[in-house]
DNA sequence: ACAACGATACCCT
DNA sequence: GGGTATCGTTGTT
């Protein structure tokens, strides 16, 4: 572990305070940090997807606010939290009140807690881990319950900070993004290029 | 009260 | 590459 105590100090809401696209790159290398009964589960993150404010038919934003997504309409520096069947996914809201955009967090590399994740995931496969939307919820045990949660907050349960940036070099590769039925042809997905825990390779 | 619908994962062939 | 499990939210009767 890094001995600079800055590693544990959340990024703040300004760094959220932006276009989807321009945080989701900039997310990715950071490391998200869930505490959860006693245990630090940790990974980089490696791949995500912008989902934009307007004009974008595939957020769930498009039909407007409803009781679901309001987290989506509120500050910047929050998770949404939401279901996919019997999974969870989550997205990291950006912009600013009333611009209702995310960048939903796809895959991470795992750094701490693998024994955890190896248990809660039902794998030991190090690849199966966190690298897909729902994995990674499973893996750092995020549920609804988080939904709203601010990640900005030190004495959060979820929090996102920097990483130690030494160890990748951080080429950013672009594509589509996976499994949406409309506006698949924008190329809003973002991931760390030849990282082997990205979801999907295009 | 109900039926349709996914920003998925897993297990097959 | 296709089928399916099985969940909450949503809009419609």
Avoid at 45 to 63: G, R
Avoid at 146 to 162: A, H, K, M, R, Y
Wanted: glycine share 4%.
């Amino acid at each position: 572990m890094n001995s600079n105590s800055s590693a544990c100090v959340p990024l703040p809401r300004s760094f959220y305070e932006e276009a989807p696209e321009k945080v989701a790159r900039k997310l990715l290398g950071k490391m998200m940090i869930r505490r959860f009964e006693g245990k630090l589960l940790s990974g980089i993150i490696v791949e995500v997807e912008a989902y934009l404010s307007e004009n974008d038919p595939a957020s769930h934003n498009f039909k407007g606010k409803t009781k679901r997504n309001t987290v989506l309409f509120g500050e910047a520096g929050h998770a949404y939290v939401h279901s996919m069947r019997q999974y969870y996914l989550i997205d990291i809201v950006t912009e600013s009140i009333d611009n209702p955009s995310s960048v939903l967090i796809r895959a991470l590399e795992p750094i701490e807690g693998l024994v955890e994740m190896q248990i809660t995931r039902r794998t030991s496969d190090p690849l199966k881990l966190a690298s897909g939307p729902s994995r990674l919820c499973q893996a750092l045990s995020i549920d609804k319950v988080l939904n709203g949660q601010d990640v900005t907050d030190s004495e959060s349960p979820l929090i996102i900070t920097s990483a130690d940036v030494s160890k990748s070099q951080r080429l950013i590769s672009v594509s589509p993004r996976i499994g949406i039925s409309k506006a698949s042809d924008s190329l809003l997905r973002f991931y760390i290029k030849d990282n082997p825990h990205v979801s999907l390779f295009r």
